[in-house]
């Protein structure tokens, strides 16, 4: 056996390992093939784990194994059970994971080629679902007259915000963030903290503004989000909880009372532009989503 396997080693991985390395062009294509294996086995994982199938999957596994060691271990008997059983494995696989297998055609079929193989959609239509989410969120809440704050990270990062509160990593959803801010419930005093996309976490405490030049008739809402967004580049979407008005803290400036449309149009300025403006052109685009 030993004398088997020094013999496969020679012959073929050697072999293949010289020509391998005579033939650059057939090296870069070998390694872009084992890339594409291990990014579709890692694909799949993905697919399966925490899902029925998941299970079945380590008894397949553990059943390749069996089979290989009952050969290796010549344990006759054992070995033509398993490889019978393996042999109509793939008709067994069909039966068992016919509501996966069909999921997965579903998405072949209706989906983008790069949506199915996990390469995200375009960030800026990302950014913009979820701006119109935290808007919608902002406008239910401003309805019901519900203190809100939502931080939204930009460039600068907070974790150090972040790590106030209590972590979510959660997708952003209306009715999520509608429903931290409900009233005597564990998490609604505080800010929610927006970032890579997701709710990082919620109950956090923002550093308050002090300037002796803030309206007096500002609460600790407005105070807050004035003030991380003066610390940091963060833009920061607030509820009041006395008028139900929402308002927008940037550059440690409020932008007061806005409608859904103008809330949505300075986001989207804000956050799908990635170009920063100079200090002059700053002030001149405040005084126009002021006006608006």
């Known amino acids: ?142 309805k019901t007259g519900t203190g809100a704050l939502i931080v939204i990270e930009r460039e600068i990062k907070i974790q150090d915000i972040i790590a106030t509160g209590i972590v979510m990593n959660s997708d952003i959803s209306p009715q999520l963030l509608v429903n931290i801010f409900e009233p005597k419930t564990p998490l609604h ?27 007096r008739e500002l609460g600790t809402r407005h105070r807050a989000a004035i003030g991380i967004s003066k610390e940091s580049d963060s833009i920061v979407v607030v509820v009041s909880e006395e008028t139900g008005k929402v308002s927008i803290a940037k550059d440690g400036t409020l932008i007061a009372d806005v409608r859904e449309d103008v809330l949505k149009k300075i986001l989207i300025k804000n956050l799908i532009v990635e170009v920063k403006p100079k200090v002059k052109q700053q002030k001149k685009v405040m005084k126009e989503e002021t006006k608006e």
């Open 189 to 215: 005093d505080g800010a929610v903290i927006i970032s890579n996309h997701k709710i990082a976490a919620a109950s956090c405490m923002l550093p308050l503004a002090d300037d002796k030049d803030i309206a």
């Open 1 to 142: 056996m030993l004398n088997s396997i020094k013999e496969i080693y020679e012959n073929v991985i050697v072999a293949y390992i010289d020509q391998l390395c005579s033939t650059p062009l057939l090296l870069i294509m070998s390694i872009l093939d084992v890339v594409i294996v291990v990014y579709l086995f890692y694909k799949l994982f993905q697919m399966l784990k925490g899902t029925r199938a998941w299970q079945l999957s380590k008894g397949i596994i553990f059943l390749i194994l069996g089979t290989f060691l009952s050969d290796v271990l010549k344990l006759n008997i054992l070995n033509y059970i398993l490889s019978s059983v393996m042999t109509y494995g793939v008709f067994m696989l069909i039966v068992i994971f016919q509501p996966e297998l069909r999921r997965a055609l579903e998405q072949l079929g209706t989906n983008k080629f790069s949506k199915y193989f996990g390469i995200d959609q375009d960030m800026n239509t990302k950014i913009k679902e979820n701006i119109y989410k935290i808007a919608i969120a902002a406008m239910e809440l401003s």
